[in-house]
Nanobody, 129 residues
Framework: QVQLVESGGGLVQAGGSLRLSCAAS????????MGWFRQAPGKEREFVAA????????FYADSVKGRFTISRDNAKNTVILQMNNLKPEDTAVYLC??????????????????????WGQGTQVTVSS
C-alpha cells in the first residue's frame, strides 16, 4: 500500500522560505511521477509542481516558477519542495501526490488531480504579510 506523508509546513513571514518533504513508502517510486498541490480555504485544489522520479523532468505552475523547486532524495525515498520568497497568497494546505503516469508527460497532464492515484494528508503553510 502506497503511503505519502508530508512534513515541513509552518508559519513564515512574507519573503521567507520553507522546505516541505514527502516521505513515500509502499511502492517502487522510480516508476512514478510525484506532484505537489495546494488547497486554500474555499478554493479548488491547484497544481504546484511535479517531477518524474526517474529523471530530471520537472513541471511548475506559473505562479511558483522561479521561487519553488521540486527535487528528490533517493536515499530517503523523499520528494522535496523548496519554497523561497513566499507570499501571503501561497498560504494553503500542501499535499503530495503520486501517479503511475510517467511517459509523454506535459504540464496539462501532471496538473490534473484526476491523474493522481495516491495522496498524502497535507501540511499547512501560512505566510504572514
Amino acid at each position: 500500500q502506497v503511503q505519502l506523508v508530508e512534513s515541513g509546513g509552518g508559519l513564515v513571514q512574507a519573503g521567507g522560505s520553507l522546505r516541505l518533504s514527502c516521505a513515500a513508502s509502499g511502492g517502487t517510486f522510480t516508476s512514478y511521477t510525484m506532484g505537489w498541490f495546494r488547497q486554500a480555504p474555499g478554493k479548488e485544489r491547484e497544481f504546484v509542481a511535479a517531477k518524474r522520479w526517474s529523471d530530471s523532468k520537472t513541471f511548475y505552475a506559473d505562479s511558483v516558477k522561479g521561487r519553488f523547486t521540486i527535487s528528490r532524495d533517493n536515499a530517503k525515498n523523499t520528494v522535496i519542495l523548496q519554497m523561497n520568497n513566499l507570499k501571503p497568497e501561497d498560504t494553503a494546505v500542501y499535499l503530495c501526490a503520486a501517479t503511475v503516469l510517467v511517459g509523454l508527460l506535459t504540464t496539462e497532464v501532471v496538473s490534473q488531480t484526476a491523474n493522481y492515484h495516491y495522496w498524502g494528508q497535507g501540511t499547512q503553510v501560512t505566510v504572514s504579510s
